[in-house]
Nanobody
Framework: QVRLVESGGDLVQPGGSLRLSCTVF????????VAWYRQAPGKQREWVAT???????IYADSVKGRFTISRDNAKNTVYLQMNSLKPEDTAVYSC?????WGLGTLVTVSS
């Protein structure tokens, strides 16, 4: 059984940075493609970024140039480095691998 656990969410001022982590637990031999999603209050969940097993990454236009997704296969962990944060980045951020989802971590961008 696979389990994903996110961490790193916090309150940060506009223009600040945060690094989120998504650690994969369970009977896996390697990390497949892992994606980050976010859901802001009162809005639908939206895709943020994906890192593919070959380390190719793709981003939503709203975060391109500000967010960086990366992976550490030795630690079964995928990171989301978020820079130049804006109030509209406020959301619960969740990671997904195949059909498995984490519970999410809250990011609040506010002064």
């Amino acid at each position: 059984q696979v389990r994903l656990v996110e961490s790193g969410g916090d309150l940060v001022q506009p223009g600040g940075s945060l690094r989120l982590s998504c650690t994969v637990f369970g009977s896996i031999s390697s990390i497949d493609a892992v994606a980050w999603y976010r859901q802001a209050p009162g809005k639908q969940r939206e895709w943020v970024a994906t890192v593919i097993y070959s380390d190719r990454s793709i981003y939503a236009d709203s975060v391109k140039g500000r967010f960086t997704i990366s992976r550490d296969n030795a630690k079964n962990t995928v990171y989301l480095q978020m820079n130049s944060l804006k109030p509209e980045d406020t959301a619960v951020y969740s990671c997904r691998m195949k059909s498995n989802w984490g519970l999410g971590t809250l990011v609040t961008v506010s002064s």
